[in-house]
């Protein structure tokens, strides 16, 4: 397990971290020793593993290899589940170790077991040691899986700044994951019927043993017992990093082996595609299942679905017969009531605002055109670190939560795959620009169709008309809100003669009031036709058509466009009188 910062040391166990210090009564770090009545006496199991991993140095005390199998607790809560390979000594508790901490292991809540150690009583026997010399216990929390079961997180960012993550190099801890994009496409290219189906990896991270010279650095105490978990642990920052490049070797052995590309992982979940009327599919699946029996991978067989045109994927619901994604109702209605619940109060606490932006990122997967605008959820969390410290919620901010209110409460959870090609701004003929003076407009052509809507005196008199990028997304949010019915589930390059705007368009966010006060029901629209775009800059001169209108150069505009519909449609009176009552 790379560990970044952390020093190697020439001690005798051959362990790459300094020797803790001795812990004082008022200490939070201490070392790993516990009392011990009787001395240590533990068998080996050399079962499954190599010789080599079994060579542990005389001065540590033998280990086995087991299962946790703990009875339901006076809580309730079930452990038996928990598929984790540990190793355990008979180290015992000091009877003045309050049974309250106890009572917070069992009831999932992160304790700093470490000062169990403290508030024990020296024995005799105190210069026994604990599994190894130099350890480092952690916190445990015991989760519950939403299909059922329990899982057992290692709290090894626990304490802050001396954690065993914090040593490790967060470049070895960045993984790159597929994206729900990258599978849709795949099988947005293969056409209607496309055949589907999935298997998950059994217990996945359990599947990876971790190097006996860490085991040091996974110990947790629980219950009287200390615990070395020997294989990779929840909680540990380079877990997933190393993982994925597991999955993504047997993905690539698969591939090799079947000679097909048109499957994906997403850590232990594979899903696999072919065209319809053919064996791709089948045959992908086949030699997966065989890749993994020859390397002793487990299967969750009751996971396994296919081939099907229709399954869950990333928990959306991908249905090839319909090419469309479905999104569950009970999500929407959970977001629903999560929105709700904030607006409800003037501040919220940094664990409500990230279980927002986790949920807002879910629905993001699905609808491509709101990704941009969630990140001015995330930004709301910045300089804020404790969980349970409180964000005001900002007009802005609740601006932002009405926005999706206001989707949420009309939508049917169904969005289709958008199209193959993403398309220009030249190729589809839409064209928007303002001109900066009183006595002009801005204008919008599409295809034939055009718009114009003259500056109100108003506008001059209070600024606006000065505010360039302002004006020039007037015709942009006009353009969408009445023609973006024909760019449904369309993937659009807009062309924009405004650097500053592209900018803008392309975060979706901005710290002008005003011009926020336009984004917003720009995102919402094209939330709703599932469309999605990227703003690129041009050079005003090569923005001649729709140039031509925002000036009422009207001859100019007929020799450019001699097709055109020879009268302009109507601007809603709704969008006129919001712009012009705007100050």
Known sequence: MPRGKRKATETGDKSRTKAKKPATKKGRRVPAKETAKESVSIPVSNEGEDNHHNQVEEARPNVSATEVALSTDDTGTDFSELPVQICSTSYTLGHNVSDKIKEKIMQSLYVDLATLLVNSKKSDADEKYPPFPNTHVSPIRIIPKSSGGWRMITHLSYPPSQSIN??????????????????????????????????DMKSAFRLIRVCPSDFHLLCYFFNGFYYIDKCLPFGCAISCSIFEKFATFV??????TSEYSTLDHYLDDFIFTGPKGTSQCQTLITNFLSVCKEMGIPIASEKTVGPVTKLTFLELE?????????????????????????????????????SLVGKLNFFSKALRGSRAFNRRFYDATIGVSKPNHHIRITQSLREDLKVWLQFLNNFNGITHFPNKDWESSDTLSLFTDSAGSHELGCGCFFNGKWMFMQWSPHLESCDIIKDIIFLELIPFVLAIEVWGK??????????????????????????????????????????NYNTTFKARHIEGANNVIADSISRKQWDRFGKLEP?????????????????????
């Open 251 to 256: 993905h690539w052995v698969t591939m090799n």
């Open 486 to 527: 024909f760019l449904r589930n369309r993937r659009v390059y807009f062309n924009v003669n405004n650097e500053a705007l592209v900018a803008i368009l392309n975060k979706q966010s901005s710290k002008s009031k005003r011009v926020m006060s336009l984004l917003r029901p720009l995102v919402l629209a094209l939330m």
């Open 563 to 583: 097709n055109a519909d020879q009268r302009p449609e109507t601007v809603p009176p709704l969008f006129r009188d919001r712009i012009f009552s705007m100050k």
């Open 166 to 199: 914090d040593f490790i190099d967060p470049e070895l801890c960045t993984v790159r994951y597929t994206s729900f994009d990258t599978v849709v496409e795949m099988i947005a290219k293969l056409g209607p019927d496309t055949e589907l189906a999935k298997v």
């Open 318 to 354: 991908i249905d090839t017969r319909e090419q469309l994604v479905r999104i569950p109702s009970e999500k929407i209605a959970d977001l629903i009531k999560h929105i709700e619940e904030i607006l409800n109060h003037n501040k919220s606490t940094l664990k409500i605002i990230m």
